[in-house]
């Protein structure tokens, strides 16, 4: 019991002899170093997520384009005259007599 009433004791004449002499200013000065380590771990995790979104716009930039550029492609590849360089190859040819519509009676 007597060891722990001296250590109660000392720590007593620490905290009066410091928080007499500091007359509470560090307590501000540590109020104010807290927030602005809070501010300054915000502002970099910010800095973070715009870097990200700015990768991720890029990325859907460039995805956007390949769209359009197949898109085109597939566009182009659908008109006759393609289609008609395409069954060259086969070595068909395309019919000289235009369609005839069917009809049938009842």
């Known amino acids: 019991m007597i060891i722990r009433e001296n250590i109660n004791q000392l720590f007593d004449d620490i905290k009066t002899r410091f ?4 007359n509470f200013d560090i307590l501000k000065v540590i109020y104010i170093l807290i927030f602005l380590i809070i501010y300054i771990s915000n502002q970099h995790s910010v800095e973070k997520k715009i870097r990200e ?3 991720i ?3 859907v ?3 956007r384009t390949d ?3 197949l898109n085109n ?3 182009f590849s659908r008109k006759e005259t393609e289609v008609i360089k395409r069954v060259k190859k086969m070595n068909l040819t395309s019919s000289e ?3 005839e519509k069917i009809t049938i009676q009842k």
């Open 19 to 22: 928080f007499s002499t500091i």
């Open 53 to 55: 979104i700015t990768k």
């Open 57 to 59: 716009e890029n990325e």
């Open 61 to 63: 930039e460039e995805l």
């Open 67 to 69: 769209y359009i550029t």
């Open 73 to 75: 492609n597939y566009t």
């Open 97 to 99: 007599f235009p369609p």
